[in-house]
């Protein structure tokens, strides 16, 4: 309904719910998607994220604020949540060693003339610019917007978000997403909650 208050349903509104579309529901990144190394498969990554899952508690977002990132709408923390940095850094560092190095395709399509030096080092080693000190909790609206659209979306998302936004979200676990390749839709793999035990 909100897209539609903007004027921009049918067409419009596919174009809007690509990018979050490839997933199931509202989501957050951690760790950006990755090729396998050889020799690993999903099933040594899904027992390793139980375990990890299991000993890590939930955590509470605070307010979040409507925000662009690009021409992309996310929702984000009002206040620092170094508590959800640091989970996002475990969350490459504990499966690195399941990551084929990043191919050029990969480099090429996070690259931008506007990287520092030490995004542009993260990208050549893990194909993701935005990563460790440099990543920043978001979850994902909206596909690419054009510049004349942002702000209207922006106005018609704002009432069915004001009250998400207030009292925040709490993150409670942790999803496995899995692709066929190229920009296909995710499939998930599997969903864990923290602090699960057994």
């Known amino acids: 309904q909100a897209f539609s208050d903007a004027g921009l349903s049918g067409t419009g509104f596919a174009k809007l719910a690509v990018a ?7 989501h957050a990144l951690f ?11 999903g099933e040594g990554i899904k027992s390793r994220l139980i375990s990890f899952a299991a000993c890590r508690k939930p955590i509470e977002t605070g307010p979040l604020t409507l925000s662009r990132a690009g021409r992309y709408l996310v929702l984000r923390p009002v206040e620092a949540t170094p508590s959800l940095d640091w989970l996002a850094a475990q969350c490459v560092a504990s499966f690195e060693d ?8 990969e480099r090429a399509e ?5 990287l520092n ?8 080693s893990f194909g993701d610019p935005y990563v460790l000190s440099e990543y920043r909790f978001s979850i994902t609206l909206t596909g690419p917007l054009d510049t004349a659209h942002l702000e209207r979306v ?3 998302l704002w009432p069915v978000l ?10 409670d ?14 499939r998930l793999l599997g969903r864990y909650k923290l602090g699960a035990q057994g």
Not at 20 to 26: A, K, S, V
Not at 110 to 114: D, E, F, I, Q, T
Not at 173 to 186: H, I, K, Q, T
């Open 117 to 124: 030096d030490y995004q542009r080092l993260l990208l050549e």
């Open 154 to 156: 922006a106005q018609a």
């Open 110 to 114: 996070h690259a931008s003339p506007s």
């Open 98 to 105: 399941f990551a084929a190095p990043p191919s050029a395709t």
């Open 20 to 26: 979050p579309g490839r997933y199931t529901g509202l």
């Open 162 to 171: 004001e009250e998400i936004c207030a009292s925040g979200v709490t993150v």
């Open 31 to 41: 760790r950006a998607p990755f090729a396998l190394r050889d020799g690993v498969d």
């Open 173 to 186: 676990g942790l999803s496995l997403f899995g692709e066929s390749g190229g920009r296909s839709p995710m």
